[in-house]
């Protein structure tokens, strides 16, 4: 299993930027997945982006084009660059990890967008 801490969230206005950070407890060079999902009050969780292990990337259709996903391994990090932010972008934004097919959740980190 995978501990995973997040953090870079915060309050931005629209059309701003933040930078999302996913700390892993073991190295993330083994890791097959890791991406990022998250979930607006009253919604259902919903991918944003996911990298594998030789950094094929895949973006939900609401973020391409406005966010990237990118892993750093020798820090064992992931992180989401997230830029052009609306406020339908605003969300608990939590990390995941597919290690050896067990799924390791993070606690989440708030991203809320003013207009």
């Known amino acids: 299993q995978v501990q995973l801490v997040e953090s870079g969230g915060g309050l931005v206005q629209a059309g701003g930027s933040l930078r999302l950070s996913c700390a892993a407890s073991?190295?993330?060079?083994?890791?097959?997945?890791m991406g990022w999902y998250r979930q607006a009050p009253g919604k259902q969780r919903e991918l944003v982006a996911t990298?594998?292990?030789?950094?094929?990337?895949n973006y939900a259709d609401s973020v391409k084009g406005r966010f990237t996903i990118s892993r750093d391994n020798a820090n064992n990090t992931v992180y989401l660059q997230m830029n052009s932010l609306k406020p339908e972008d605003t969300a608990v934004y939590s990390c995941?990890?597919?290690?050896?097919?067990?799924?390791?959740w993070g606690q989440g980190t708030q991203v809320t967008v003013s207009l």
């Open positions: 995941n990890a597919n290690f050896l097919g067990v799924h390791s």
């Open positions: 990298i594998t292990s030789s950094d094929s990337t």
């Open positions: 073991r190295s993330i060079i083994s890791i097959r997945q």
